[in-house]
Nanobody, 123 residues
């Protein structure tokens, strides 16, 4: 499956952005998906995940209550709604997909990755 992430941009602290991750087929109906991010000089970190069939979600503590992951199976797309953005949320955001029904936070459990989309939050 091929993934394409988009929706990043430059915003002010407190603003919102919605990232989208489009799959090349009906992948997200049965397989988990996640968002990760990587800031300059830092390791890639987990942000949020959603499972395939059951739509369970999981969030990093740093974004819990501010970010929401969701999906639209008809559009083969997973979203990351980011509210109350902070400068420390600035990073390149990557979407990823698994080959099974799960909601994982470990990057090495994801099989497919999209290109990143840059999010910059200024204070």
């Amino acid at each position: 499956v091929q993934l394409q992430a988009f929706g990043g941009g430059s915003v002010q602290a407190g603003d919102s952005l919605r990232l989208s991750c489009a799959a090349s087929g009906r992948w997200f109906e049965r397989n988990g998906a996640g968002w990760f991010r990587q800031a300059p000089g830092k390791e890639r970190e987990f942000v949020a995940a959603i499972s395939g069939i059951s739509n369970r979600t999981r969030y990093a503590d740093s974004v819990k209550g501010r970010f929401t992951i969701s999906k639209d199976n008809a559009k083969n797309t997973v979203y990351l709604q980011m509210n109350r953005l902070k400068p420390e949320d600035s990073a390149v955001y990557y979407c990823a997909a698994q080959s099974y029904e799960s909601v994982e936070w470990l990057a090495n459990l994801y099989d497919y990755w999209g290109q990143g989309t840059q999010v910059t939050v200024s204070s």
